[in-house]
């Protein structure tokens, strides 16, 4: 052999044999950890895939109450400008037969209201009135 002797030999042949194990030891745990770093990036991934599903859920169904919500507003808006509609053009009405019936009295050019143009005003008023001037013999009723 080269000159070695027999237990320098098998020295040798140790120290290469502890070198070539720990190399493949060092080899075994990088791909070790290789597998783990792969698997934690994989389960990181997938939790992130999950929540971000999770709450793109989330977000639609809040989405989805607030349309519901604007919806229901604007309906509602709808039926108060309906009812407000509905209320002005029955004032509308009631004014024009109010004028109406002022315009069909006649005119006696005295100054003041005369009952019958109170009567159109306060109705309640002129049919207790005229109940008590009935009763009283004729005259016009104080007005309260």
Known sequence: MLGFSKPIAIGFAALALAAALTGAVATALVAWRGA??????????A????????WKGEIAKSNQAVAEARLKAAEAAMEADRVARAAEARESTLQAEL????????????????????????PASCADGAAAAGRAGGGA???R
């Open 47 to 54: 939790a992130t895939e999950a929540r971000d599903a999770h």
């Open 99 to 122: 004028e109406r019936a002022n315009a069909a009295l006649p005119d006696t050019g005295a100054g003041g209201l005369s009952r019958e143009r109170v009567c159109l005003l306060s």
């Open 141 to 143: 009723a104080p007005l």
């Open 36 to 45: 783990i770093d792969d698997a934690r990036t994989a389960a990181t991934k």
